[in-house]
């Protein structure tokens, strides 16, 4: 189906209300909801008279097809039986030789030749090219059934309705333009929700899943069966416009005619406005006038089907008024879908513009952090409040050596601004290590800090993009340290660099969300015991704590042996170094060891 596009639906509302303000009463003046005031339970009721009006028009439709009478009756018994009701198309193509003939046909191009005899007797010849046409007849024949079958045995049918034509086509080849037999792949749609929910349609808003008038059970299943109704209506007609039409000679013919226009779709979402001039409350159209507008589609349809009637009247060929009636129905039924599809979507949209109106602009992931931050800033004391990611390197009473920052980037093209987190942070009473070889370790201690943060993410709008950057003051130096916490007391650093004397180190940080612990729960449900204890235990080691760990050394030299000793310890994990065989490294205290985890929702 098109997807909706509100200035082509208010177009198409505009055009159907010069038709509407004909079958109501000239004191009506129904105009768009968004144009009269309403209150929000308005909506969900504007979408269930849609919704029961699609229902109404497509049985209207189908009628057409023949799912009327006992057929329907019977349709309905099935569905009431919770069993599932389909129709279908059959059909199969023949193609059988009839005769071969024979046929002279003159040129149309004269050939006149002048001559003078011998005694001076002048005389004239005229000739013309004969060519001798050989002709195959064949007799190509089309029978099809439309049937609705009760659930998965096509043997328990109704045959709603068929017909079975015929048309001599003519080759210049003895060779066939069809096979001899050919039975067309059957198509199937599923209308067991159209027969089981025509008797009601009622939308429960006080189920969870229940969200706005658009996004909930009843009308998700809706739209489903209009979207598969819709294709197979489609699939239908494209079968008889392109495989059977074509076979016989249309030249006489106006198949432009074999549409839907003029059929009025009575979907329509209006409202009255209040009596007076006061600017009370409006109200739903009465089902009076719901009536009415069915009333209309029928007539509309009767008079379309009568005027096909006419224009294809030959009941022996491929093309007949059957034919043009049965997809003037589908076309019909493929405009009820769109028309519901976009009617709930219009009402949905309005419910956005007009939050977007209350609020002032259009919101953001951005826009929701800030509002975030501001109810943290009321709900949290000055502790416990999430702090921007931004921590000056330095000595005690000493100026900043440089910065650590975490900053986040919106992709709305502004600054990147410092990741907020919830901090906890702690002095150090025992020294942590991480190892510079395989028998050489550095122990540290320092402040250290434990970050907790929330990104926020809308489901069509790309994640924030993290990146560390680390900023050195001129004469100035550290080393930078990025890893994991392997155990209570140890480091261990996947990289290492020095940061020094203006130095500005931009790292891009590449997450991975982690499953929340009901997604892990559903995701291994169904797994073997063993599958599940390892998909826990390698949980457990995969969900890590990404750590920083920034160090200031008392000495130029210092600085560099540890930052080359934790690189080759990445390169090089089991290497040996005689050199420092058996030393353990002392950093200064005043180290700093940043741990931080990030989750999202």
């Known amino acids: 189906m098109n997807s909706f596009q509100e200035h082509v639906f208010r177009a198409k509302v505009d055009d159907t209300l ?360 009321r709900l949290f004391s000055a502790d416990y409040a999430p702090k921007p990611f931004v921590y000056a390197i330095r000595r005690p009473d000493h100026c900043p050596e440089g910065v650590l920052t975490l900053e986040a980037d919106v992709g709305d093209g502004q600054l990147e601004q410092p990741l907020q987190s919830i901090v906890s942070s702690v002095k150090a009473n025992k020294p942590m290590y991480f190892s510079l070889g395989a028998a050489t370790r550095a122990e540290f201690l320092g402040e250290r800090f434990l970050h907790g943060a929330i990104q926020h993410q809308f489901s069509n709008v790309k994640d924030a993009k993290l990146r560390l950057t680390a900023r050195a003051r001129q004469f100035s130096s550290f080393i930078l340290l990025v890893g994991k916490i392997a155990s209570a007391d140890t480091f261990e650093p996947t990289h290492a660099v020095i940061i020094q004397n203006k130095d500005d180190v931009l790292i891009p940080l590449l997450l991975e969300t982690i499953p929340s612990a009901k997604a892990f729960r559903d995701a291994i449900e169904s797994l073997s015991p063993e599958q599940q204890r390892f998909a826990k235990a390698f949980s457990c080691n995969a969900i890590g704590i990404d750590s920083l760990c920034t160090l200031r050394c008392r000495n130029q030299t210092a600085t560099r042996t540890i930052a080359q000793f934790a690189t080759r310890w990445i390169d090089e994990r089991n290497s040996f170094d005689s050199r420092f065989d058996g030393n353990v490294y002392h950093l200064s205290s005043t180290g700093r060891f940043v741990v931080v985890r990030w989750k999202r929702r």
């Open 18 to 377: 010069k038709t509407v303000r004909t079958i109501l009463d000239t004191t009506k003046h129904p105009a768009r909801p968004a144009d009269v005031p309403h209150a929000y339970d308005d909506k969900y009721s504007l979408v269930e008279q849609a919704l029961k009006a699609s229902i109404v028009a497509t049985l209207n439709a189908a009628d057409v097809l023949g799912a009327s009478g006992e057929a329907l009756a019977g349709m309905q018994a099935w569905a009431a039986d919770n069993k599932s009701v389909s129709l279908r198309l059959d059909s199969e193509e023949r193609c059988k030789f009839i005769k071969k003939t024979t046929r002279e046909v003159e040129s149309k191009t004269k050939h006149v030749s002048e001559y003078e005899s011998s005694h001076g007797t002048k005389a004239k010849w005229t000739g013309k090219t004969v060519t001798t046409i050989e002709e195959w007849h064949w007799e190509f024949e089309v029978e099809y059934k439309l049937i609705a079958f009760c659930g998965s045995n096509p043997d328990q049918r109704t045959v709603l309705q068929g017909r079975t034509g015929k048309v001599e086509v003519i080759t210049t080849s003895d060779k066939s333009p069809r096979p001899e037999v050919r039975v067309v792949p059957a198509e199937s749609v599923n209308i067991t929700w159209l027969l089981q929910t025509a008797a009601d349609v009622k939308i429960d808003r006080n189920k969870k899943s229940c969200r706005t008038p658009r996004r909930n059970d009843q009308v998700e299943r809706a739209l489903s069966f209009f979207t598969s109704l819709h294709g197979w209506c489609g699939r239908v007609s494209n079968y008889f416009r392109s495989s059977v039409f074509p076979v016989q000679s249309l030249d006489k013919l106006d198949m432009s005619a074999i549409n839907a226009t003029g059929v009025f779709v009575p979907l329509v979402p209006l409202m009255l406005p209040a009596a007076g001039d006061e600017g009370g409350r409006g109200s739903l159209l009465p089902a009076k006038d719901q009536k009415a507008f069915i009333g209309e589609q029928a007539r509309s349809l009767e008079a379309k089907l009568s005027a096909l009637g006419k224009a294809f009247a030959d009941e022996k060929k491929l093309v007949t008024g059957a034919e043009a009636n049965i997809l003037c129905a589908l076309e019909h039924i493929k405009h009820i879908g769109e028309r519901i599809s976009h009617c709930v979507d219009y009402i949905e949209h309005m419910l956005e513009q007009q939050l977007i109106a209350a609020v002032g602009k259009e919101l953001q992931p951005k826009d929701f952090g800030e509002y975030m931050q501001f109810h943290a800033r």
